[in-house]
């Protein structure tokens, strides 16, 4: 067994030293020139080589979608490039279709930029921007979500759809000792353009999450770059379902503010699930919702069964309260939001319903 344990050691000890050589050797032998990066044969911006094509990008203040900042774990940020022959790496596989490969769909943060590129980009993408922001107050939604109100500096506006997300730029403190990027969903309606909040949950020793809770001050300068996203209300006349848990309730709340304001009264149900009554928030923002718009109805439900004996409300897993209410999916769309593994459990139980996959619209927070 001991023989067996040193050989896996001495294995791993030598790929380990193997990769850092070989960064070590692209480091000082690849020392790359700037190349130049035509988008969309509409322009050509000359980038610094050597860097991940997502970065290269960004340093032009051209924002690729990426949810996990760059790490090569959310599968966001795909580009296609016409003329690259560095082939697919094991990083980009999972996150890529056979459809996708033979499109020449590439990870932005995976593959560098080591010679001159044709990419071709979504033209919204050229909308994104970059806004210095103020941290105009900070207050406890719960005991681990945090509503974090920014308000856009300069003369600058933010436009976007309700449902969507901005990435939120952490500079290095005690966690990290680089820039890193976190996806956030705008919580506020799209009407003020000055001003965004956003719902933020304490993941514990998470980078960002940990940053916005115990370091972010009122009066705090922040820069975010967006407005991302497919998650958004689509103006059909189907019912609609949302569901969500935890801080998967911003842009759902964003969207029915936004309904409101709009005086849409589609038929909706937003079922919202939780643990306990603690981890529930904005009761009364729902309750005003439901006054103002009389098809749309709250659904909240506790999954802990003992907990809180006084809950006159709904309990169970939010797939069974979904599975209870929903009769049929006739005419009806989903828009979800929180955990993928919440996500997956209700796409199920919809699908099941007979609602198509391509009327369920959902952001996972992974
Ligand atoms: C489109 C989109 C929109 C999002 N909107 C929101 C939002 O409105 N509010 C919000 O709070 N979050 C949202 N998220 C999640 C957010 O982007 C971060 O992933 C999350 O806040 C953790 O960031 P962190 O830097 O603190 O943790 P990291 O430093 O990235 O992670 C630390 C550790 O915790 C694990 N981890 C990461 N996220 C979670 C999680 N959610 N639960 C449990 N463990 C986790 C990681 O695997 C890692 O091991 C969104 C994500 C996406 C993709
Ligand atoms: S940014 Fe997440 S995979 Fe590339």
């Not at 309904?259 to 919202?272: C, D, L, Q, S, V």
Request: glycine letters at 6%; charged letters at 25%.
């Amino acid at each position: 067994m001991s023989i067996f344990f040193s050989s896996v050691l001495a294995v791993t000890s030598i790929s380990s030293f193997l990769v850092i050589l070989i960064l070590v050797i692209d480091l000082i032998i690849n020392n790359y020139p700037n190349f130049d990066i035509n988008i969309n044969n509409k322009k050509t911006i000359k980038v610094e080589g050597g860097k991940p094509l997502l970065f290269a990008l960004k340093d032009k203040e051209i924002f690729i979608p990426s949810a996990c900042g760059g790490r090569g774990s959310c599968g966001y940020c795909k580009v296609k490039v016409l003329n690259t022959s560095t082939p697919y790496l094991p990083t980009e596989l999972p996150y890529l279709t056979d459809e996708e490969k033979k499109n020449n769909i590439r990870l932005s943060c995976q593959i560098k930029v080591k010679s001159n590129l044709n990419i071709e980009i979504p033209e919204s993408l050229f909308s994104v921007h970059q806004y210095e922001t103020k941290v105009l107050s900070l207050t406890d939604l719960t005991y681990d979500i945090k509503q974090v109100t920014l308000e856009i500096e300069k003369d600058q506006n933010i436009d976007f759809k309700s449902g969507q997300y901005i990435q939120f730029e952490v500079p290095p403190y005690k966690l990290t000792s680089e820039t890193v990027y976190r996806a956030y969903s705008i919580a506020s309606a799209p009407s003020d353009n000055k001003k965004i909040e956003l719902e933020i949950r304490l993941v514990p020793n998470g980078i960002c999450t940990t940053y916005v809770h115990q370091y972010l001050k009122v009066g705090d300068k922040v820069k975010i770059n967006g407005p991302y996203g497919e998650f958004y209300l689509r103006p059909t006349d189907a019912e609609i379902i949302f569901i969500a848990g935890g801080s998967g309730m911003a842009p759902i709340k964003s969207i029915l503010l936004d309904m409101k304001e709009k005086g849409i009264n589609r038929k909706a149900t937003y079922f919202f699930g939780a643990k306990t009554k603690k981890d529930l928030f904005l009761l009364d923002l729902m309750e005003d919702l439901m006054k103002a718009m009389p098809n749309f109805k709250f659904i909240p439900a506790l999954s802990d069964l003992n907990a809180d004996p006084d809950w006159q409300g709904e309990r169970g897993l939010i797939t069974d309260v979904v599975d209870k209410y929903i009769l049929s999916g006739e005419n009806k769309e989903a828009y979800l939001c929180g955990s993928p593994g919440m996500i997956n459990a209700c796409i199920g139980v919809l699908t099941k319903k007979g609602i198509p996959n391509e009327k369920i619209y959902y952001d996972k927070f992974a």
